[in-house]
């Protein structure tokens, strides 16, 4: 039976949840405004200043190499930041994981170049990049678990998706300072130093998450394991030992992150790429992520909310297979060279219908498991199959190359059958949204009847916090 808390452990675990979803937030919008303003970077000035300039096309590889890089570093972040925030608690690791991400960052932005040191200059870059990625890997599935573990029962949703809401929302924040500079400041004095500013203002959002992550309190449900002694030696060990099947799973439902990949990275090339021969204009596929995030934005909150009343897996299911089908139409949209078609498909599926997945995972991945071995289950699985995407470009690539006849039919069937997978692995997990914030992980558990859930979700949309 469920029991309405006193005014004063409402008003305070309520103020909590706001501040975790704050602290969430902010965290994510500072990681990727972080790696937004590198890809950036990257592809438009660190080939001419921290490479040789004899070969440009080996500069610009070179320079896309360190993008990837960071990628390569997220699995082994996942192991070291998941451990530690199973073990020394959700707060600790994020404020490792900003303060991480942040200075190395900024240290972006102080780097001599290559003309200054030679090949010291990419070889610290790389550093900085591995750094980067070893440190986002820890943010979501650290503030995603925190959020949840602090959020009312019934609208654990809502409020964890507001991590993904501070992804988007950072690199719309990261667009706003560096294209602009990139636009309108004079060539000579970007390339000298004004693409330094991006990486440097990183220390105002330092301070800003720094703030609002210090008055955050441990969650409840790892201070209370940690009191009864229950926090594990080894989490991850036990991750593997407990929940195998749901990390597969979640390795599997990760695999949806090829959408934002056709859209923005594949699509680009396709467009963009003279090799191609569609000859779309390249400030058409800048804007194209700007729009996406903000229409992200704004969807991702209201399907969080949905998925509170309906369930987790339905927004899931549905955005995967939506998502999967629309991507024939965006790259059919782009071989007929039409503009308009292809902005419009382009942010139906992944400004849109995509956040079905997108704004549900932060809650669904970590209630797939136990609070001793949260952390360090979602963000291995999660990194891992993130990281699988991040080589598809190139597989993409590979498989419909220029001159190749029906590549919008190629890419879009290997696309569909990513997220038909990614949805057969979700149809395939236990629902998750009526278990109690304590059950969470245990195959055996009850889910709290319907009539009583949606009465204990009405109250807590009305600010009080009951417990169940």
Known sequence: MANVQSAPQAHNQQQQS????????IG?????????????????????????????????IASLATYGVGYVARPIGAFVLGHLGDTHGRKNVLLICMFLMGFSTMAVGLLPTYAQVGLWAPALLVVMRLIQGFAVAGEISGASSMILEHAPFGRRGFFASFTLQGVQAGQILAAAVFLPLAHYMPEDQFNSWGWRIPFL??????????????EVDETPAFTEETSQGEVPKSPIVMAFQ??????IRVICMALMNVIPVVATVFGAAYAVQSAYGIGFKKDIYLWIPVLGNILAVVVIPLVGSLSDRIGRKPPIIVGALASGLLSFGYLYAI??????????????????????YNAVFPSFYPELFRTRSRVS?????????????????????????????NIWFTVGAMTFSITVLAALACASARETYRLRLQDLG?????????????RVRLQSQGGAHVAV
């Open 18 to 25: 706001k501040k975790a979803a704050a602290s969430g937030w």
């Open 28 to 60: 994510s919008a500072l990681e990727y405004y972080d790696f937004f303003i590198y890809a950036t970077a990257a592809s438009l000035i660190f080939p001419q200043i921290f490479f040789p300039t004899g070969n440009p096309k080996i500069a610009i």
């Open 201 to 214: 203002l990183s220390f105002l959002v330092i301070v800003a998450g720094y703030i609002i992550r210090r």
């Open 242 to 247: 407990d929940s195998w099947r749901d990390m």
């Open 335 to 356: 071989s007929i060279r039409n503009v308009p078609l292809a902005i419009a498909l382009s942010l139906l599926m992944w400004g849109i219908v995509y956040q079905g």
């Open 377 to 405: 289950a979602m963000a291995i699985s999660q990194n891992l199959g993130t990281t699988v995407t991040a080589m598809l470009p190139a597989l993409f690539a590979a498989v419909a190359p220029p001159g190749s006849t």
């Open 442 to 454: 245990d195959p055996n558990a009850q889910p709290v009847p319907q009539a009583e859930y949606d």
